[in-house]
T-cell receptor, first 111, second 112 residues
Framework: QQPVQSPQAVILREGEDAVINCSSSKALYSVHWYRQKHGEAPVFLMI?????EQKGHEKISASFNEKKQQSSLYLTASQLSYSGTYFC????????????FGQGTTLQVKP | DAGVIQSPRHEVTEMGQEVTLRCKPI?????LFWYRQTMMRGLELLIYFNNNVPIDDSGMPEDRFSAKMPNASFSTLKIQPSEPRDSAVYFC??????????FGPGTRLTVT
């Protein structure tokens, strides 16, 4: 079942923060986050595994609440380069490698 | 190190013709995925392989679609016969176990 992302779209000014949420109705083994710019392929950002720790690099981090079957992506002090569509991909309760992607959240960062 | 390679990048064909999309995964990756992306349906998993063996093809729309992975460095997705509703961007991705998926540049398919 497809995970639900919220919000569907966000418009920010440079330097502002944003949170994108991903919610599943089923138990999850892992959550992946990807960013896709217009006309390009999705790019892997990070993976959060069941029982793992919160992950992040630079000003982008994410958390995974296994009990609530939810993940959140945090973008801090956003930059113009953060613009794009963010997708979460969820993997079911066991390590199968199979992801189901959410519908995406479009983020636009303005100067 | 080279990323995932796909060919062709663009394909325009007429309804009823056979279309073959090609993918070379990242060396050493043991998972390979084929996705289709459209505005209406988003990013859909069609089929994936583990160590060259098809694991789940439940996303393949119908019998007109087939995929093969004859060796660890090559996979094909074939559509025969093609229909206008097959028009989409087709992505190939590869990964290690419990790793992120690395996508190729995609093939933009237009069926007229």
């Amino acid at each position: 079942q497809q995970p639900v992302q919220s919000p569907q779209a966000v418009i920010l000014r440079e330097g502002e923060d944003a949170v994108i949420n991903c919610s599943s109705s089923k138990a999850l083994y892992s959550v992946h986050w990807y960013r896709q710019k217009h006309g390009e392929a999705p790019v892997f950002l990070m993976i959060l595994l069941k029982g793992g720790e919160q992950k992040g690099h630079e000003k982008i981090s994410a958390s995974f609440n296994e009990k609530k079957q939810q993940s959140s992506l945090y973008l801090t002090a956003s930059q113009l380069s953060y613009s794009g569509t963010y997708f979460c991909g969820t993997e079911g309760s066991s390590n199968t490698g199979k992801l189901i992607f959410g519908q995406g959240t479009t983020l636009q960062v303005k100067p | 190190d080279a990323g995932v390679i796909q060919s062709p990048r663009h394909e325009v064909t007429e309804m009823g013709q056979e279309v073959t999309l090609r993918c070379k995964p990242i060396s050493g990756h043991d998972y390979l995925f084929w996705y289709r992306q459209t505005m209406m349906r988003g990013l859909e998993l069609l089929i994936y392989f583990n160590n060259n063996v098809p694991i789940d093809d439940s996303g393949m729309p119908e019998d007109r679609f087939s995929a093969k992975m004859p060796n660890a460095s090559f996979s094909t997705l074939k559509i025969q016969p093609s229909e206008p509703r097959d028009s989409a961007v087709y992505f190939c991705a590869s990964s290690l176990a419990e790793g992120g998926q690395y996508f190729g540049p995609g093939t933009r398919l237009t069926v007229t």
